[in-house]
C-alpha cells in the first residue's frame, strides 16, 4: 500500500507544478508573441515557395511531357485549322456570287413595290442583270375551286 501512497504523493506534486507552469504562461508579453509567430509564419510560407517552385522548376527540365503539350498533336490542329479558314473563305466567295446573282432581282422587286416603270428593267437587257429580250416567261396559277357537297 505504500506504493500506492507514494505514487499518488507523486503524481500530486506533478499535477501542482504543473498549474504553475500554466500561471507563467499568462504572464509572457503579447508583443513578442505575435511578432514570434509571423515570423515563423513568414518563413514557413518561404519555405513552401522554394519547395513549390523547386519542384516546378525539375518538372520542366526533366519531364517536361507531362506539363506542356505534345507538339506531335499540333500539326493536326493548325492542319484542320487551315482547312477550317479554306472553308469559310470558299463560303464568303460563294455567298459574293449570290449577292451579285440576286442584286437585279432586288432591284425589280424594289421598283415593282414602289409602282415604278418595269419596262425600263426589261428593255435595260442583260448588263442590267435581266433576262434576255427574247425570253419572257409567264407563271401561270391555277386555282381549282371544289363545289360544295350537296346534303343528303
Given at each position: 500500500?505504500t506504493?500506492?501512497?507514494?505514487?499518488l504523493?507523486?503524481?500530486?506534486?506533478?499535477c501542482?507544478?504543473?498549474?504553475?507552469?500554466?500561471?507563467?504562461?499568462?504572464?509572457?508579453n503579447?508583443?513578442?508573441?505575435?511578432?514570434?509567430?509571423?515570423?515563423?509564419?513568414?518563413l514557413?510560407?518561404?519555405?513552401?515557395k522554394?519547395?513549390?517552385?523547386?519542384?516546378?522548376?525539375?518538372?520542366?527540365?526533366?519531364?517536361?511531357?507531362?506539363?506542356?503539350?505534345?507538339?506531335?498533336?499540333?500539326?493536326?490542329?493548325?492542319?484542320?485549322?487551315?482547312?477550317?479558314?479554306?472553308?469559310f473563305?470558299?463560303?464568303?466567295?460563294?455567298?459574293s456570287?449570290?449577292?451579285?446573282?440576286f442584286?437585279?432581282?432586288?432591284?425589280?422587286?424594289d421598283?415593282?413595290?414602289?409602282g415604278?416603270?418595269?419596262?425600263?428593267?426589261r428593255?435595260?437587257?442583260?448588263?442590267?442583270?435581266?433576262r434576255?429580250?427574247g425570253?419572257?416567261?409567264?407563271?401561270?396559277?391555277r386555282?381549282?375551286?371544289?363545289?360544295?357537297?350537296?346534303?343528303?
Amino acid at each position: 500500500m505504500t506504493s500506492v501512497q507514494l505514487l499518488l504523493v507523486v503524481s500530486a506534486a506533478l499535477c501542482a507544478a504543473q498549474r504553475h507552469n500554466v500561471g507563467s504562461r499568462t504572464e509572457w508579453n503579447e508583443a513578442d508573441r505575435s511578432r514570434g509567430l509571423c515570423s515563423n509564419l513568414t518563413l514557413v510560407l518561404d519555405n513552401w515557395k522554394f519547395a513549390i517552385m523547386t519542384q516546378v522548376k525539375d518538372l520542366l527540365l526533366h519531364d517536361h511531357d507531362a506539363v506542356l503539350p505534345e507538339y506531335g498533336r499540333i500539326r493536326p490542329l493548325s492542319a484542320a485549322l487551315a482547312d477550317l479558314y479554306q472553308e469559310f473563305n470558299s463560303l464568303k466567295e460563294r455567298l459574293s456570287r449570290l449577292t451579285a446573282q440576286f442584286h437585279g432581282v432586288e432591284s425589280f422587286v424594289d421598283q415593282a413595290r414602289s409602282g415604278g416603270n418595269l419596262a425600263r428593267t426589261r428593255a435595260a437587257g442583260p448588263e442590267a442583270g435581266g433576262r434576255p429580250q427574247g425570253r419572257r416567261s409567264r407563271v401561270v396559277i391555277r386555282r381549282v375551286v371544289k363545289a360544295a357537297a350537296p346534303p343528303n
